[in-house]
């Protein structure tokens, strides 16, 4: 087999260039193109807004810098190989500043957790809320290590294209009990309930309930352990940034302000798309890093498709919505941690209600980011940059966001200032929101879910849509809505499988 370095080579030598098209420009789409440039494709990059990064896109109002979704940079690994791939070194580009917490957990009494990749800090810490349950802490991370070796590191970039796959992995999902959920098995090493909510909530991270998301994501506390978690100088944005200029560097481009309509499809075979504006592009190959579900409801016609038909993908379960306020202030919170996440009153009551009830209910907990704990320069001089994030029911919930908008971010501010920002109120300075109905309309969300189908064991691996479609030939998927999902670590991985899944650039040349 050609190394990745010696593929371009053949390409150029046999005179023509292959042609790939890649639907959309968040991280998974950018990854992908990076990858099949490296391989000889020629490759275009349609973006539907009119600057790259899909959630992770920014933005700036009054001087201060908003990250408007990914905010937490764990196996950084992934992203210095698109460097390597295109002969550069991550760090001449990029700086990774390690974090330390990687998150402060306060609950609605006050009591707060620092957590972190110190071992000894950790146990001190889970000492500190309950000396009977360290043992079970360090058995926990054991535990965490070995589903992460099978889950991350041995599958996390392996197709699942055939059932024979699923069954080739069922002694160890036995084995992991990867048919538990996150807190079950969580349950199993920690007595006390705070305990238990600070080592399960990682699966909201990317989507998914605690309660109902499959064991497997317990890995996230070991790779974070292992990798780290991390927060890019500059903001998100700047890997972004990076990653289009390594595009440009191999001869990429990336078009926004360029909506796709359809993807064409001749003899079961992507020919390439057809934008909003009528514009057709031909293309040998077509890569969708747009939310899988809108891929084969939208943008697929229904003769096209068997697996995933409408009726199938109106039967699936997506993940929870996002409520998202950006705020600045014109003061700072130097008490406040980059990464805090604050705990209602309920919890497993609270998750219960956005995942199976669909309802709004009247408390929340919430993910408060404040970057410039880590770079001031995302905010005018002596001022703070805030984003925060609350889950709250997808659009199946039958929420009229337009009319609740207002009165919700009321509600978050409120809280914030009885608990962390003291005065918020009288120190606010420029805002702006996002709820569901924005994830639908700006960024072609199915039903306005912020990660795409929810993370749970009959909707992974094989279960979840192919990273090469099983409907039409030479279509490929990558992003949170394909294997292995959702989450920075997943969703580069899913760019990865494209140089095992996706034909080398030779084939059509």
Known sequence: MLTLAERPCLAAATGRKPRAVVIGSGFGGLAAAIRLGARG??????????????????YRQDGFTFDAGPTIITAPFLFEELWTLCGRQMADDIELRPMSPFYRIRFADGACFNYSGDMDAMRAEVARFSPQDVDGFTRFMDKSREICRIGFEELGDVPFSSPLDMARIAGDLIRLQGYRSVHGLVSQFFRDERLRTIFSFHPLLIGGSPFRASAIYCLIAALEKR???????????????????????????????????????????????????????????????????????????????????????????????????????????????????????????????????????????????????????????????????????????????????????????????????????????????????????????????????????????????????????NLFLVGAGTHPGAGLPGVLSSARILDKVAPDASVFA
């Open 41 to 58: 494709y020629s490759v275009t990059v349609l973006e539907k807004r009119d600057a790259p990064g899909g959630r992770a896109s920014v």
């Open 227 to 473: 990798w780290g978690v991390h927060f890019a100088m500059g903001g998100t944005g700047s890997l972004v940034a990076g990653l289009v200029k390594l595009i440009e560097s191999q001869g990429g481009e990336i078009r926004c302000n360029a909506e796709v309509d359809s993807i064409i499809v001749e003899k079961g075979v992507a020919k390439g798309v057809q934008l909003a504006s009528g514009e057709r592009i031909d293309s040998d190959i077509v890569v969708s890093n747009a939310d899988s579900a809108w891929t084969y409801r939208y943008l697929l016609p229904a003769s096209a498709r068997r697996r995933w038909s409408d009726r199938k993908l109106d039967r699936a379960s997506y993940s929870m919505g996002l409520f998202l306020w950006y705020f600045g202030v014109r003061r700072r919170y130097e008490d406040v941690a980059h990464h805090t996440i604050l705990l209602g009153p309920r919890y497993r009551e609270l998750l219960k209600d956005i995942f199976q009830h669909k309802t709004l209910a009247d408390d929340f907990s919430l993910y408060l980011h404040r970057p410039t704990a880590t770079d001031p320069t995302l905010a005018p001089p002596g001022c703070d940059t805030f984003y925060v994030l609350s889950p709250v029911p997808n659009l199946e919930g039958g929420q009229d966001w337009s009319a609740l908008a207002e009165r919700y971010r009321q509600r978050i501010e409120q809280n914030l200032q009885e608990t962390v920002l003291p005065g918020l109120a009288s120190e606010i300075v420029t805002s702006r929101v996002a709820t569901p109905l924005s994830f639908e309309a700006e960024l072609n969300a199915f039903h306005g879910a912020a990660f795409g189908l929810e993370p749970i064991l009959t909707q992974s691996a094989w279960f979840r849509p192919h990273n090469a479609s099983e409907d039409v030939r």
